[in-house]
């Protein structure tokens, strides 16, 4: 059964870059990034085997970090490897716990996990400074490897049968703001006082048994501990870390169990009310219907739903680990990353109308219609939530230059929007199937998506570079602040112009093409 279901990814992923060029494109550069990681990073981390074990010792700290940030990245920015979509075995006669083993050996092919398997090679053959931790260090990177994995998996999962009510899309906003909220927690429980301090003189042992402690350092710590002749407190972090490898594995299967047992959904299952509200408030012409189309989505459906969380908490990081360590950058940056991500959240919009876009076409709606409607929607849903963010820094001390930082923000928002509605109707992008997982990538999808972001992250930022220089030359005179205010604002609605404009065009010209591209857009 393991091998039927990696031969089934392998082959699904074979597929998906042999129908697309540009899947093939993003997937090649991704496998390059990843092989260029390993290349940098890991001779550096082996090269630790000539350092004494006082210093090798910072591996625990590392993978500890990158166990958690391979679970919150899961949970912020739809890393979940879902080319083998647990619900489409439901028609078939498979346990869970074969198929939990075939998705775990699958998922382990991957690129990511690839690159996180030669992290961890390197972590043994850091430990050869140590010969009788080396068979520990192996131990190590088998189960935290495995670890990070299934508690991806698992939590992603969990969230995504959880949040298909609207209670539970609650529940969801505050396990994932906690959930983003816990890298600032190692950060802060390891990076303290005397432990950098002893650091700093080539002895990582303090900030190791810091992290030592945490879930996802309980497997790293093994060696570590049987380098120190610390036998007992290696057999304590061994037993914790089978024993947080069996519960994830067992959240999981339990939630397999439970996809493979319920009927097959495509979307619906809830009583959906008239809605006159937002036609009361925003209109009924065209291009008003799509903004309440759009905003009525936004808290409906669960994808959505998950995207706006992920962009909502990510910089709150930021923002306490400014208020934290007392540094007013962090805040800012926070709320131009908040900006940026809102507005980009654009971008693959059309995709998770996918096929149900035929209605824009049918009805005669002109592009720059569709355009205006989403990016208004867009506004209604994010703008708050970037006013709230800013308003609340500037409150709490860690904000200063309020009115260059706002003038930055409202561009960066404006600019990003821009830019996804015309590079949206060019490339749509692809989404997760209705009524599955929220926090899937599809095939291919993932490395298409951080391809895209990532030009559009730099964009925005291209874009917002008169503003931070008019921002920065008007620090001194309160007048011209407000000047560069108000001409930011004008700015960057003119970009938001010329983006309706140019997506709009695209979409009119090339509307029978874009329903085909669409077609497949959700997998």
Same mark, same amino acid.
């Given at each position: 059964m393991t091998g039927l279901v990696v031969r089934l990814r392998l082959r699904m992923w074979w597929t998906a870059m042999s129908r697309s060029s540009l899947h093939l494109t993003s997937s090649v550069l991704g496998a390059l990034a990843a092989i260029g990681i390993v290349v940098v990073f890991g001779p550096l981390i082996g090269l630790l085997a000539l350092r004494p074990p006082e210093l090798t010792a910072i591996t625990v700290p590392l993978f500890t970090g990158i166990t958690l940030m391979w679970v919150v990245l899961g949970v912020i920015a739809a890393g979940v490897d879902n080319v083998l979509d647990p619900a489409r075995f439901a028609v078939l006669p498979v346990p869970a716990r074969a198929l939990a083993r075939g998705l775990l050996a699958a998922?382990?092919?991957?690129? /990511?996990?690839?690159?996180?398997?030669?992290?961890?090679?390197?972590?043994?053959?850091?430990?050869? #400074?140590?010969?009788?931790?080396?068979?520990?260090?192996?131990?190590?990177?088998?189960?935290?490897?495995?670890?990070a994995v299934v508690a991806s998996r698992a939590v992603t999962t969990l969230l995504a049968r959880v949040m298909t009510t609207r209670t539970g899309r609650l529940v969801g906003a505050a396990i994932v703001s906690l959930t983003t909220l816990l890298p600032l #927690?190692?950060?802060?429980?390891?990076?303290?006082?005397?432990?950098?301090?002893?650091?700093?003189?080539?002895?990582?042992? /303090?900030?190791?048994? !810091?992290?030592? %402690?945490?879930?996802?350092? %309980?497997?790293?710590?093994?060696?570590?501990?049987? !380098?120190?002749?610390?036998?007992?407190?290696?057999?304590?972090?061994?037993?914790?870390?089978?024993?947080?490898? !069996?519960?994830?594995?067992?959240v999981w299967v339990r939630q397999l169990e439970r996809v493979l047992t319920s009927p097959l959904t495509s979307s619906g299952g809830q009583s959906i009310?008239?809605?006159?509200?937002?036609?009361?408030?925003?209109?009924?012409s065209p291009v008003a219907t799509v903004a309440?189309?759009?905003?009525?989505?936004?808290?409906?459906?669960?994808?959505l739903v998950a995207i706006a969380l992920r962009t909502a908490v990510l910089p709150v990081f930021f923002v306490v680990q400014s208020v934290v360590t007392g540094t007013p950058g962090l805040a800012g940056a926070g709320v131009v990353t908040l900006a940026v991500f809102a507005g980009l959240t654009l971008m693959n919009?059309?995709?998770?109308?996918?096929?149900?876009? %035929?209605?824009?076409l049918t009805t005669g709606l002109r592009g720059w219609e569709d355009r205006l409607g989403r990016a208004l929607a867009s506004v209604v849903v994010f703008a708050p939530a970037v006013l709230l963010t800013y308003v609340v820094s500037v409150a709490l001390g860690v904000i200063q230059h309020a009115v260059a930082w706002g003038s930055v923000v409202l561009a960066a928002f404006l600019g990003a929007l821009a830019l996804a509605l015309a590079v949206g109707a060019y490339l749509p992008g692809t989404a997760p199937r209705t009524g599955g997982n929220p926090f899937a990538?599809? #095939?291919?999808?993932?490395?298409?998506?951080?391809?895209? !972001?990532?030009? #559009?992250?730099?964009?925005?930022?291209?874009?917002?570079?008169?503003?931070?220089?008019?921002?920065?030359?008007?620090?001194?005179?309160?007048?011209?602040?407000?000047?560069v205010l108000l001409l930011s604002a004008l700015y960057g609605l003119g970009l938001l112009g010329l983006g309706v404009l140019v997506g709009g065009r695209r979409l009119d010209r090339r509307g029978p093409e874009m329903l085909g591209q669409l077609a497949h857009a959700q997998m």
């Open positions: 998922t382990l092919t991957g690129i /990511p996990a690839l690159m996180l398997i030669g992290l961890a090679f390197f972590q043994v053959l850091a430990w050869l #400074s140590a010969p009788v931790a080396v068979p520990a260090a192996a131990l190590a990177a088998v189960l935290g490897t495995v670890t #927690s190692l950060n802060l429980a390891v990076a303290r006082g005397q432990r950098i301090d002893a650091l700093f003189a080539f002895d990582a042992g /303090p900030v190791a048994r !810091a992290a030592s %402690w945490f879930p996802t350092g %309980w497997a790293w710590a093994l060696p570590f501990d049987v !380098a120190g002749g610390r036998w007992l407190l290696a057999a304590v972090h061994l037993v914790l870390a089978l024993v947080l490898l !069996a519960v994830l594995w067992r009310g008239a809605g006159r509200l937002l036609p009361a408030v925003l209109g009924r309440a189309r759009r905003i009525r989505a936004w808290y409906r459906d669960s994808r919009d059309l995709a998770f109308d996918g096929e149900a876009w %035929w209605l824009h990538a599809t #095939s291919g999808g993932a490395a298409q998506g951080c391809l895209t !972001a990532l030009v #559009s992250f730099v964009g925005p930022l291209l874009l917002v570079v008169p503003v931070v220089l008019g921002a920065v030359l008007t620090l001194e005179r309160p007048v011209g602040r407000w000047v």
